[in-house]
């Protein structure tokens, strides 16, 4: 049988050394020997002996409080041993190596997989939200490891070494040290009156040192009852969650 499916950029790459890898642009491959944290429905196919186990958000405090902001990584846990393959609606994926010290603030709907040997929490974003319609927490990765993260297109990665202005809906994730604010990018005026909008009423503010990586498309806003009771809750669980 013939066909340019069968090239070698589409085999399977094969490694001698365990943990994930990009198999291609759009696909994660974990080479499975022990266990992994991956998102829920990401799997589209393994092979070996492998479990699945769903797990909520990650533990009982983790659940209450994905129920409390509507945020987190509703997850699965991988077992076993063999080669696990998986992606996110086509999305692109990237690898990031988190060393001790690091600690990374991302968009619970950006996480593919992480390695067991990371930590997250789900913490409200400073003086953001409030504004949008992004949200009012984010999951913060901290530990030794690695995770794989999922982008709509290809990212720009900005280094924040100036002030720094990102659609909410476009930023992915960022520096957890980066202090967070929100910014009104659009000048009220007659014109709004008239109602002549840019689209672009506020923004995400970045300052600090770090850098925040924001991808080509932005997320469809989360309106309804469950964004009012996020913002109605944001005072509540701010002491609850910290900053």
């Known amino acids: 049988m013939r066909s340019a499916l069968f090239a070698a950029e589409n085999l399977e790459k094969e490694s ?3 943990g994930m890898r990009l198999q291609n642009s759009k696909l994660l491959k974990i080479e ?16 070996g002996q492998v479990q699945f186990q ?20 509703p997850l699965m846990k991988l077992s076993g041993r063999g080669d696990v393959f998986l992606a996110n609606l ?6 990031i190596d988190l ?13 593919l997989a992480f ?5 997250y929490d789900i913490k409200m974003v400073g003086g953001a939200g409030m504004m949008s319609s992004a949200g009012l927490f984010n999951c913060v990765f901290t530990g030794q490891g690695r995770i794989a993260i999922t982008t709509k297109g290809t990212p720009v990665v900005l280094n924040v070494d100036q002030p720094t202005f990102v659609d909410p809906q476009a930023a992915v994730c960022w520096s957890a040290s980066l202090q967070t604010g929100y910014h009104q990018a659009e000048q ?17 503010s970045f300052a600090g040192q770090g850098f925040v ?15 009012q009771d996020q913002q109605q809750q944001g005072g509540l669980l701010g002491g609850l969650l910290g900053n």
Do not use: C
């Not at 020997?33 to 429905?41: D, S, Y």
């Not at 001790?100 to 950006?110: E, M, Q, R, T, Y």
């Not at 990586?213 to 964004?227: D, I, K, M």
């Open 115 to 119: 390695d067991t040997t990371l930590n």
């Open 90 to 95: 086509a999305s692109d994926v990237h690898i």
């Open 16 to 18: 001698d050394q365990p």
């Open 213 to 227: 990586v924001v991808q080509p498309s932005e997320e469809p806003p989360v309106l309804g009852s469950g964004h």
């Open 188 to 204: 009220f005026g007659l014109g709004t009156l008239l109602g002549r909008r840019t689209g672009e009423a506020f923004t995400m």
């Open 99 to 111: 060393e001790p010290g690091d600690a990374l603030s991302i968009n619970g709907s950006s996480v």
């Open 54 to 73: 769903a797990l909520g958000s990650g533990g009982i405090g983790k659940f209450l409080k994905q129920k409390l902001t509507g945020e987190g990584v």
């Open 32 to 47: 499975l020997n022990g266990e992994a944290m991956a998102r829920v429905g990401s799997m589209v196919a393994y092979q």
